[in-house]
T-cell receptor, first 114, second 112 residues
Framework: NAGVTQTPKFQVLKTGQSMTLQCAQD?????MSWYRQDPGMGLRLIHY???????DQGEVPNGYNVSRSTTEDFPLRLLSAAPSQTSVYFC?????????????FGPGTRLTVL | QKEVEQDPGPLSVPEGAIVSLNCTYS??????FMWYRQYSRKGPELLMY????GNKEDGRFTAQVDKSSKYISLFIRDSQPSDSATYLC????????????FGSGTRLQVQP
């Protein structure tokens, strides 16, 4: 199992450009989510999905779009990049086990917006 | 005010020391409590989780939750240089959403 994979590892964008961060998992997990990590802020939830075709907003959704057409993939789209979106982005997937579930994180994408 | 507060450190200890990492939270709706470890330039990995007040032990790691004080701790015994990482507490309020609310993380350095 590859687990959770993310591409690209690094990206530099200019203000106003758009791009898609890719996330895939091969564990057949129904729940997937996107977080951003900024210094001193911990990880904050952007969007999440409880299954194919179902997505919802997290804590900081503005400027980002998601879709979930398959169980495996959960791409994150930046519509018009802004310097405030400079961050490290983590994708996670999980399944319910007992009372809660274990979230598995990908290696992250480091994004710089100039 | 943040929902989850965590001392950012850095915390530097000698090898073999007992390490205490802590978080406080303000919302009593949080039901599940987790600790993640994150090595530099890597994704977080789950260390431990618990859902009740009291202690839970796993090898050198002990997670402690005091719901009445809204205080959670992670203790590391016999700390090793390989424990050097950032430790993040994470709480779940709504099991339907399963979304994690993270502390800001404490950076730990264990000196050989």
């Amino acid at each position: 199992n590859a687990g959770v994979t993310q591409t690209p590892k690094f990206q530099v964008l200019k203000t106003g450009q758009s791009m898609t961060l890719q996330c895939a998992q091969d564990m057949n997990h129904e729940y997937m989510s996107w977080y951003r990590q900024d210094p001193g802020m911990g990880l904050r939830l952007i969007h999440y999905s409880v299954g194919a075709g179902i997505t919802d907003q997290g804590e900081v959704p503005n400027g980002y779009n998601v879709s979930r057409s398959t169980t495996e993939d959960f791409p994150l789209r930046l519509l018009s990049a802004a310097p405030s979106q400079t961050s490290v982005y983590f994708c996670a997937s999980s399944y319910r086990q007992g009372l809660t579930d274990t979230q598995y994180f990908g290696p992250g994408t480091r994004l710089t917006v100039l | 005010q943040k929902e989850v507060e965590q001392d950012p450190g850095p915390l530097s200890v000698p090898e073999g020391a007992i390490v205490s990492l802590n978080c406080t939270y303000s919302n009593s709706a949080f039901q599940y409590f987790m600790w993640y470890r994150q090595y530099s330039r890597k994704g977080p990995e789950l260390l431990m989780y618990t859902y009740s007040s009291g202690n839970k032990e796993d090898g050198r790691f002990t997670a402690q939750v005091d719901k009445s004080s809204k205080y959670i701790s992670l203790f590391i015994r016999d700390s090793q240089p390989s424990d050097s990482a950032t430790y993040l507490c994470a709480l779940i309020r709504d099991t339907g959403r399963r979304a994690l609310t993270f502390g800001s993380g404490t950076r730990l350095q264990v000196q050989p």
